[in-house]
């Protein structure tokens, strides 16, 4: 039910929640929140009933029909809604404006990683990485979920986790939820969902997630905290601290998680040498040198 509304946002909960209930001119004017809620932000309740076509008194009914005590109230709601949103934008003004070296920017941007990473490793416990790789290991086959920056990692999680033979698709170019969909059709418990988002959470993602959730299809989640749309549904979330002045979430961070995941998951299948060695001896013949040494010895 949620739009141009950030899903994680009390305002688009509340909405989810009470939508069935709501009278057709209060589900109109519910739809014109989460379709266009920067401009409703924007608006007097006047210019907002003139926009969607409904009294002022829908207008306040509707807000106390979703818990707020009137539309004053859930109009700063919807405001404050949106602070998470733009405070990364608002970070990167004032580092631009602060005119800072770009050595330095540069070593701050990594330095910035290197705590992520320490960060997530303090977070990371023993049983829940011995959980995730359990699930990996276990299901027959593996659909990896996630979009915009999340695709990109999703695409390396997936090819990380062949090379140890597992069976694994992601979502096609293009093809969004819907693409998500033909494939989950088939899944099922002995299946296995992984689903990446950060705040802001893409909605595809958190759909994908939940329709895995209700068809019985385990769930492993990697995402920031505990209250992540993905945590409250996954059977298992691993965490990531990917803070960044400058272009949050971190992908590194992210990235380093998804590669120890892989680790982790070789380390536990006993063909895994010998997958990833048919893997180099059939494409041999597009490497461009046979002299590539990968070691940390140069």
């Not at 009294?55 to 005590?69: D, K, L, P, Q, Y």
Request: charged share 20%.
């Amino acid at each position: 039910m949620t739009g141009g509304l950030p899903s994680q946002t009390l305002v688009a909960e509340r909405i989810e929640k009470h939508y069935p209930e709501l009278s057709s001119a209060l589900r109109q004017f519910a739809d014109f929140v989460l379709a266009e809620p920067l401009r409703l932000a924007r608006m007097s309740i006047h210019d907002a009933v003139a926009t969607v076509g409904v009294s002022v008194a829908t207008a306040n009914r509707f807000a106390t029909a979703i818990g707020f005590s009137g539309y004053a109230e859930f109009r700063a709601e919807l405001i404050r809604g949106f602070e998470t949103l733009f405070a990364p934008v608002e970070r990167l003004k004032q580092k631009v404006a602060e005119g800072n070296p770009t050595y330095e920017v540069m070593v701050a941007s990594m330095r910035e990683d290197i705590a992520n990473l320490e960060a997530t490793i303090r977070n990371l416990t023993s049983t829940r990485a011995e959980e995730a790789v359990d699930m990996i290991c276990k299901a027959k086959r593996i659909f990896v979920a996630g979009f915009e920056n999340a695709a990109h990692l999703s695409g390396i999680l997936a090819c990380g986790l062949e090379l140890t033979g597992a069976n694994v698709r992601v979502i096609e170019n293009g093809g969004g939820a819907v693409g998500a969909a033909r494939q989950l059709f088939k899944f099922g418990p002995d299946d296995l969902v992984i689903a990446i988002a950060f705040s802001l959470y893409m909605r595809d993602t958190v759909v994908v997630a939940r329709h895995a959730k209700r068809h019985g299809i385990p769930l492993l989640a990697i995402t920031d905290t505990l209250k992540s749309p993905l945590a409250k549904v996954a059977d298992v979330s691993l965490f990531v601290e990917a803070y960044h002045e400058y272009n949050p979430p971190s992908d590194t961070a992210i990235l380093g998680l998804i590669e120890a995941l892989i680790a982790g998951v070789a380390s536990k299948t006993p063909d895994a040498a010998e997958i990833a060695e048919r893997f180099a001896a059939y494409s041999y013949p597009w490497m461009l040198s046979a002299d590539a040494d990968w070691s940390s010895s140069k």
